[in-house]
Structures are given as structure tokens and as C-alpha cells.
């Protein structure tokens, strides 16, 4: 398979699907949002989306699978597989504040090949593909050099619904804000991956997270030089819901501080 051109013509669909998402935005009604659980939501939008990119998808790589948020389709096996994520971000689109992102990832079995995260609200397409430098709109990208938390800027995503490990979320949020640049969260976690990619942040952490908010992310900042583990430093953090993602500098001192405060 040319990844490179498989890349290109994903991209050419992950805007595609942007620009349809960009243009319901401006008459979008919040009384057309659907609630799937506390503080997670849904809308015509995120399903339209998905719907889109799953048909240019199966034209494109006809016996694929596919693991989706809404469910428009599924996988059964397949060597390969798309993870997608038609609106990372619902909950800043249907309030009309950014980020809000298309993620596409490609697995090739277990292993994430290539990754598209288009951010809709920038015009920022980051991209990757296994073998590949990582790229944000044509060019070249590659995480920061910083090595210590008193030099990193942490992004990470607030628990909702059914909030668990609270206490250890607050721990972490008191110990970062004490020692780093400080904390941001931006809402989007294909995003929060693209920027660490991208050198604007350290690292990110996160726990209760799909397979489809990571996935392409994943292999953007693996290819911009980061490492990305679950928070006890192993490869499953696709599907564990849990991750620690940084520069390869940072990332012995930023993991040992996660694993230290949520797996007592």
C-alpha cells in the first residue's frame, strides 16, 4: 500500500467533512443536540459527518472495517481498519468555541499506520503516516526539547459523566500547576495530540478516552519524535481509556508522576 497517497486522499476527505461541519455551524440550533450521557453529546452534525467519510472511505480502501463513535459502521476483523472520530469536540462545536477537530486513523491490525487531524476552526491539518514525518499543513513538525516539568506547558481533558478518580485528577492538577508553566484544557484530545505533536505542549494526559479521540493522534506525534504509553508506561493505551503522551525528554519524568499518582 502507498501510504502517502492513501494520506493525501484522506486528508482531501477529512476536509471535505470539515468544511460540511464548518458550514452547519453557522446555523447550528442547540435544540437539535442529543444527549448519549452526562455532558456528552450528539448532534445531526457529528452523524452526517461520519457518514460522509465512512462512504469515501470505503471507496477508497473497499475491504476495510471501521471503528466509529456513532456506530455508521463496523469492523469484523479486517487487517485494516479506520478509527474515526467525525467531531472530536462536540461540546465546543454546538457552543460555537474551538477546537473542534475530524480525526482519521488507519491500523493495519494493531498498529496505527497513518493519522489525519484536520482542526476545523484553524484551517489545521496535521498528518502522518508510518515511515512519514510528521506534518501540519504542508510542513515539517516535531515536539518541543523540553525535558522537566518546570518547563513544560500540560494539556489535558476534564472528567465528566460518572466522574472517577477524582481525588487523583485533583492531586495531578495541583502538582502541575504548582511546578510547570501551567495547565490548559482544550476540549478535543485529537487536538491536545497534535499540539504536543506540534512542540505548543509537553505532554497530555487523560483517562476515559476511545479509540477514536487517540488513534490518528497517536501516530502524528509518534512521527513529530513523542512517545505516547497508558499511565503504567504500556503500549495499550489505544484501548486501556487511559494516556500519557509527551516529548521523548520529558517523558520518563512526566509518566513516573501520572503512574505515581493514579496506580497507588
Known amino acids: ?8 486522499e484522506v486528508i482531501e ?13 453557522s446555523n447550528f440550533d442547540l435544540k437539535l443536540v442529543e444527549l448519549k450521557g452526562k455532558a456528552n453529546f450528539v448532534s445531526y452534525v457529528d452523524k452526517k459527518a461520519e457518514e460522509l467519510i465512512v462512504e469515501r472511505l470505503r471507496k477508497l480502501l473497499p475491504d476495510s472495517g471501521f471503528i466509529t463513535e456513532e456506530g455508521t459502521a463496523f469492523d469484523s476483523g ?4 479506520w478509527v474515526i472520530d467525525p467531531l472530536d469536540g462536540t461540546t465546543n462545536f454546538i457552543h460555537g468555541a474551538p477546537p473542534y477537530a ?15 487531524v484536520y482542526e476545523i ?15 501540519l ?16 506547558l500540560i494539556v489535558t481533558g476534564f472528567p465528566y459523566g460518572e466522574v472517577k478518580n477524582a481525588d487523583e ?25 497534535s499540539y504536543v ?6 505532554a497530555f494526559w487523560e483517562k476515559g478516552l476511545s479509540p477514536w479521540d487517540i488513534a490518528a493522534g497517536a501516530i502524528i506525534l509518534k512521527q513529530a519524535g513523542g512517545k505516547i504509553t497508558d499511565f503504567a508506561g504500556k503500549e495499550n493505551f489505544l484501548f486501556s481509556g487511559e494516556i500519557v503522551a509527551t516529548n521523548n525528554n520529558y517523558y520518563n519524568e512526566f509518566q513516573a508522576i501520572i503512574e505515581r499518582i493514579y496506580c497507588k
Do not use: P
Open 169 to 193: 485528577f485533583l492531586e495531578a492538577i495541583h502538582f502541575f500547576m504548582s511546578n510547570s508553566h501551567g495547565i490548559r484544557r482544550l476540549g478535543s484530545a485529537a487536538t491536545d495530540l
Open 13 to 25: 476527505i477529512a476536509k471535505s467533512a470539515g468544511a460540511f461541519i464548518a458550514g452547519e455551524r
Open 78 to 81: 479486517e487487517k485494516y481498519r
Open 1 to 8: 500500500m502507498d501510504l502517502q497517497k492513501v494520506c493525501q
Open 121 to 135: 476552526t484553524k484551517d489545521e491539518c496535521f498528518y502522518a503516516w508510518k515511515g512519514s514525518k510528521a506534518m
Open 197 to 202: 505533536a506540534a512542540g505548543r505542549f509537553e
Open 137 to 152: 499543513n504542508g510542513k515539517e513538525i516535531h515536539v518541543s526539547e523540553a525535558a522537566t516539568t518546570s518547563e513544560a
Open 102 to 116: 475530524v480525526s482519521i486513523g488507519l491500523m493495519e491490525f494493531e498498529e496505527i499506520i497513518l493519522g489525519v
